[in-house]
């Protein structure tokens, strides 16, 4: 599921979870943190899943290079334990994309949101999953990477998709 070898860590997170209240789990997840919760909802193998700004499938395009700390947060979660060089990403990068699962036509109910002028991840990473069945998209105008400067506009999307997801 994750791609340094965190797939039994999060599989054991889940598998603990269901055995909380009533067993449903939502995997929520912020910028990279996004890239994993879609990574689980894609799989089915959580009951709701929200992405807000992950990098899914463009951020992770040769070429492209991350500014303001995010080449540190990126190169952590590429495995990196110093910030990497922008080869040694590009060479990281192809494993990262989520292409395999959103080729697929399965999943769990999703919401993917994310700010229009995000300056980390393209728009496409957001607007992919348009269409989608069991999938709600939001991308918020004026503001960017997490729509971060609207999250009083953002966290009750989220907080009413999760009660409409999750029957609760």
């Known amino acids: 599921m994750t791609h340094d070898g965190g797939a039994e860590l999060i599989d054991g997170l889940i598998a603990h979870a269901r055995t909380l209240g009533n067993g449903q789990v939502a995997h929520f997840g912020l910028s990279m943190g996004g890239h994993y919760s879609a990574t689980t909802g894609?799989?089915?193998?959580?009951?709701?899943?929200?992405?807000?700004?992950?990098?899914?499938?463009?951020?992770?395009?040769?070429g492209r290079s991350f500014a303001h700390g995010m080449e540190g947060i990126v190169g952590n979660a590429l495995g990196f334990d110093t910030v990497p060089s922008p080869d040694q990403v590009a060479a990281r990068f192809s494993a990262f994309t989520l292409r395999p699962l959103l080729d697929r036509d399965a999943n769990a109910p999703m919401l993917v949101v994310n700010g229009a002028d995000d300056v980390h991840?393209?728009?496409?990473?957001?607007?992919?999953?348009?269409?989608?069945?069991?999938?709600?998209?939001?991308?918020?105008?004026?503001?960017g990477h997490?729509?971060?400067?609207?999250?009083?506009?953002?966290?009750?999307?989220?907080?009413?998709?999760?009660?409409?997801?999750?029957?609760?």
């Not at 997490?146 to 609760?168: E, F, N, R, S």
């Open 146 to 168: 997490c729509a971060i400067t609207k999250l009083g506009q953002v966290m009750p999307i989220i907080y009413d998709w999760l009660k409409q997801a999750l029957k609760i």
């Open 121 to 143: 991840v393209p728009q496409h990473d957001t607007l992919v999953f348009r269409g989608r069945r069991d999938t709600r998209v939001e991308l918020i105008e004026g503001t």
């Open 42 to 62: 894609l799989t089915g193998s959580v009951d709701a899943a929200v992405d807000l700004g992950g990098p899914l499938e463009a951020a992770f395009t040769a």
